[in-house]
């Protein structure tokens, strides 16, 4: 099952109804582990269909195209991955090697708490290199790196900060208060990883006018 934006935010509102002080400890929201928009991914058969596709986020697609951008590389975001995180969560050492094209990076955002994040080499027997993500760290996977093992090894529980005026800058009225706070609180305990990336070839431009 797909997961889109309108169904994780029905997960999220659940959530908070039922556990309003900590909805990371809702046991729905706890089942969460992915969502996606773009060109879905199969987990099982490891592989995008042309026909499984539903609208991307604008924002997204710039950030992705913009970071590319910004280390000389190009990107047309057409798929994301959104990974959730709990305290105990871990990925182990996988490749993104299921793209049609491979000339483009995987840009990957981390929200909420830390992770300690292992980029290998191109095969298992390499020793990982640990980095450790924070929240709004972005992690660019382009060249040779596009093609390396990488994973997550555990994740670091780590109250989210942010300056009181800053906080207050985010609201649009103050009955958003409430569901920034509950967000903050979620982010605190939990990790978010949003990854673009581009799944097909860019098609060449014409010369001719047509």
């Known amino acids: 099952m797909h997961l889109q934006q309108q169904q994780v935010a029905e997960i999220w509102h659940k959530a908070r109804e039922s556990?309003?002080?900590?909805?990371?400890?809702?046991?729905?929201?706890?089942?969460?582990?992915?969502?996606?928009?773009?060109?879905?991914?199969?987990?099982?058969?490891?592989?995008?269909?042309?026909?499984?596709?539903?609208?991307?986020?604008?924002?997204?697609?710039?950030?992705?195209?913009?970071?590319?951008?910004?280390?000389?590389?190009?990107?047309?975001?057409?798929?994301?991955?959104?990974?959730?995180?709990?305290?105990?969560?871990?990925?182990?050492?996988?490749?993104?090697?299921?793209?049609?094209?491979?000339?483009?990076?995987?840009?990957?955002?981390?929200?909420?708490?830390?992770?300690?994040?292992?980029m290998g080499?191109?095969?298992?027997?390499?020793?990982?290199?640990?980095?450790?993500?924070?929240?709004?760290?972005?992690?660019i996977m382009g060249g040779e790196s596009r093609t390396c093992y990488h994973g997550v090894a555990r994740v670091l529980p780590t109250p989210f900060s942010i300056a009181n005026d800053e906080f207050d800058a985010l609201l649009d009225s103050e009955a958003d208060r409430e569901e920034y706070e509950a967000v903050r609180t979620y982010l605190g305990t939990q990790r978010i990883n949003i990854n673009v990336r581009q799944v097909y070839p860019t098609e060449p431009t014409s010369t001719n006018g047509e």
């Open 19 to 118: 556990h309003p002080e900590d909805p990371a400890a809702s046991p729905l929201l706890a089942k969460l582990c992915w969502a996606a928009s773009g060109y879905h991914y199969d987990w099982t058969a490891r592989k995008y269909y042309k026909d499984s596709f539903s609208a991307m986020p604008e924002l997204l697609q710039q950030l992705g195209a913009r970071c590319a951008t910004a280390c000389g590389m190009t990107l047309s975001a057409e798929a994301v991955i959104v990974n959730f995180y709990k305290t105990k969560s871990s990925m182990g050492g996988h490749l993104d090697d299921v793209e049609y094209t491979m000339d483009h990076p995987v840009v990957s955002l981390s929200l909420g708490s830390r992770c300690v994040f292992l």
């Open 121 to 139: 080499g191109h095969t298992k027997d390499e020793p990982p290199l640990e980095i450790l993500l924070r929240s709004g760290d972005i992690a």
